[in-house]
Antibody, heavy 121, light 105 residues
Framework: QVQLVESGGGVVQPGRSLRLSCVAS????????MHWVRQAPGKGLEWVAV????????YYGDSVKGRFTISRDNSKNTLHLQMNSLRPEDTAVYYC??????????????WGQGTPVTVSS | QLTQSPSSVSASVGDRVSITCRAS??????LAWYQQKPGRAPKLLIY???TLQSGVPSRFTGSGSGTDFTLTISSLQPEDFATFYC?????????FGGGTKVEIK
């Protein structure tokens, strides 16, 4: 069965960096685009970034562009999110998700359990 | 931009519930719906505006195209109380609606 397990969350001071990871299993990781989506406490879902199946094409949400970098290591079935210049408004639960990868556009059919990030001094 | 309405709805088991999602520009049928329960990750319900994801009960239906979309639960069950989100799947940045919380009356 498909499993996505995030790690790397925690408490970090504003301006510092954090790197999230998501280990995938139960499917051919290198065949699927992968996403990061976040949810601030008590708020809705916000799409963060996507990387193509081979990591050659990446797209970002406006609020993280230039600060966050999505990457993947297909040899290790692992997705990463490098978060730099963190701000208090980046505080959220961060989910990784597998793209459905059919002709219906970019949507997420499997989600991890999420890893919490708190940006605070 | 996607605007959902209502932001919350109170309903009873067995009720028919409809949630709307309006796009600021036409997106054909590039729309998905998710359900999220407290403390849990979202779950994909419907994609391409009206295609039911495998394993999702048939009481969930999606409709619409262009700018106006609807998620309908034909007969609300106890396990359906949750927050529902729409998402446009066509253009970057991908966007979600603000969510609709379905609560027990």
């Amino acid at each position: 069965q498909v499993q996505l397990v995030e790690s790397g969350g925690g408490v970090v001071q504003p301006g510092r960096s954090l790197r999230l990871s998501c280990v995938a299993s139960g499917f051919t990781f290198s065949s699927h685009a992968m996403h990061w989506v976040r949810q601030a406490p008590g708020k809705g879902l916000e799409w963060v970034a996507v990387t193509s199946y081979d990591g050659s094409n990446n797209y970002y949400g406006d609020s993280v562009k230039g600060r966050f970098t999505i990457s993947r290591d297909n040899s290790k079935n692992t997705l990463h999110l490098q978060m730099n210049s963190l701000r208090p408004e980046d505080t959220a639960v961060y989910y990784c998700g597998r793209d459905c990868d059919d002709s219906s556009g970019y949507l997420i059919d499997y989600w991890g359990q999420g890893t919490p990030v708190t940006v605070s001094s | 931009q996607l605007t959902q309405s209502p932001s919350s709805v109170s309903a009873s088991v067995g009720d028919r519930v409809s949630i709307t999602c309006r796009a600021s520009q036409a997106i054909n049928t590039w729309l998905a719906w998710y359900q999220q329960k407290p403390g849990r990750a979202p779950k994909l319900l419907i994609y391409a505006a009206s295609t039911l994801q495998s394993g999702v009960p048939s009481r969930f239906t999606g409709s619409g195209s262009g700018t106006d979309f609807t998620l309908t639960i034909s007969s609300l069950q106890p396990e359906d109380f949750a927050t529902f989100y729409c998402q446009q799947t066509n253009s970057f940045p991908l966007t979600f609606g603000g969510g609709t919380k379905v609560e027990i009356k």
